[in-house]
């Protein structure tokens, strides 16, 4: 079993910045797929961005040059830096790892709020 707590969300102004980080803990399999995905009230669950354990991310088109991931392999963390955030990124922040064997688990979420 794997647990993920992220922290980090809270309320931000249009044009604010915002990081989120996430904890991963238990059996944790070296090779793995680390990021974020969000749901936004009446939509779907999207991807925001992830990192492999090498260090090759991927982004959603909404979040390339406003957003970066990162992560820290030896503590088992990924964090997400936000900026230029929109009215739109608004939504529940759900921090995800992913293995090799398909395996996938997710976090409770986080609530990012962008409003003035």
């Known amino acids: 079993q794997v647990q993920l707590v992220e922290s980090g969300g809270g309320l931000v102004q249009p044009g604010g910045s915002l990081r989120l980080s996430c904890a991963a803990s238990?059996?944790?399999?070296?090779?793995?797929?680390m990021g974020w995905y969000r749901q936004a009230p009446g939509k779907e669950r999207e991807l925001v961005a992830g990192?492999?354990?090498?260090?090759?991310?991927h982004y959603a088109e909404s979040a390339k040059g406003r957003f970066s991931i990162s992560r820290d392999n030896a503590k088992n963390t990924v964090s997400l830096q936000m900026s230029s955030l929109k009215a739109e990124d608004a939504a529940v922040y759900y921090c995800?790892?992913?293995?090799?064997?398909?395996?996938?688990?997710w976090g409770r979420g986080t609530q990012v709020t962008v409003s003035s």
């Open positions: 990192i492999s354990t090498g260090g090759t991310t």
């Open positions: 995800y790892i992913r293995f090799t064997n398909g395996e996938q688990y």
């Open positions: 238990g059996s944790i399999f070296r090779f793995n797929d």
